[in-house]
C-alpha cells in the first residue's frame, strides 16, 4: 500500500494538476520507482494510486516531480549575458551610490576615492555575472508582499542596446527577493509579458552582495612617494 503523503516521514508525493479554473485535471499519490521491470526497454516503473482508492499500481515510466517550488520552474529570471551590460547603477535606501561601467572586456568601479583601491579586483565584473546567472528559488505574485518602497534596494542594468533592467531587492522574514522591469521599446514589451508582476525569491549570497555598501567594497592604500 502506497502511504499517505502526509503522514510523519512519508516518502510519497501527492501531485494535482489544475485547470484555469482550478478545476482538477489530475490527482495522484505518487511513490517510489522500480526499475528492475523486465521489457521496458530501461524505462521501469513508478508506484502510484489515487488519493480516494486504496489499490496501488505500478505503471510504466518515471516521475520526477522533485522537492521545492523551483524543481517545477523556469529558474533564470533574465536572460542577458556580461557583453550585453554597459553600466550598472545600485542606490541604496540611504542614498548610497554604485556605478560600475563596462570597460572593453572588463568593469570598473566609478568614482573611487583617492587613497581607495578595490579589496578584489572581480567586484566589478562579479555584479554583472551575478545578475547573468541570477537563478530564482520561488515566486509570488508581487502585491502578496508588503515592503516599504523606502527598504528597497535598486538596481539598474543598462545594456548596450538600449534596453534597462530596473531591479528592486528586499528582504522579508529572511527571505531575500527581488522584482525586475525592463524599460526601452519592442523588447522591453516582450521581457516584461514574462517578469513584470511578480516576486522571485533569490539565492543569499547574491543578495548580500548587492546590499554592500561602497565603502564594504573599498580598501585604504598608501599614498605614492
Not at 501531485?15 to 521489457?39: H, K, W, Y
Request: no cysteine.
Amino acid at each position: 500500500h502506497l502511504e499517505d503523503p502526509n503522514l510523519p516521514n512519508a516518502k510519497s508525493q501527492r501531485l494535482t494538476l489544475l485547470d484555469a479554473e482550478a478545476n482538477i485535471i489530475a490527482d495522484l499519490i505518487v511513490g517510489r520507482g522500480n526499475f528492475s521491470l523486465p521489457q521496458t526497454a530501461g524505462a521501469g516503473g513508478i508506484y502510484i494510486r489515487q488519493p480516494q482508492d486504496e489499490q496501488t499500481w505500478l505503471a510504466l515510466g518515471h516521475l520526477d516531480l522533485g522537492v521545492e517550488p523551483r524543481d517545477w520552474l523556469e529558474r533564470r529570471i533574465v536572460n542577458i549575458t556580461e557583453d550585453q551590460v554597459d553600466l550598472v547603477t545600485v542606490v541604496h535606501p540611504d542614498g548610497d551610490i554604485i556605478r560600475i561601467r563596462s570597460e572593453g572586456d572588463d568593469f570598473k568601479l566609478l568614482n573611487i576615492p583617492e587613497g581607495k583601491a578595490l579589496t578584489d579586483k572581480n567586484i566589478p565584473r562579479s555584479y554583472v555575472s551575478g545578475v547573468a546567472s541570477l537563478l530564482l528559488n520561488d515566486v509570488k505574485h508581487a502585491g502578496k508582499i508588503l515592503i516599504n518602497d523606502k527598504d528597497k534596494i535598486r538596481v539598474d542594468f543598462k545594456l548596450k542596446d538600449g534596453l534597462a533592467l530596473k531591479f528592486e531587492l528586499w528582504q522579508e522574514n529572511e527571505m531575500r527577493w527581488v522584482a525586475v522591469e525592463a524599460i526601452g521599446g519592442e523588447n522591453a514589451l516582450k521581457v516584461n509579458s514574462r517578469i513584470k508582476g511578480w516576486a522571485y525569491n533569490i539565492p543569499e549570497y547574491y543578495y548580500e552582495l548587492l546590499a554592500k555598501k561602497k565603502q564594504q567594497l573599498l580598501k585604504s592604500i598608501g599614498k605614492k612617494p
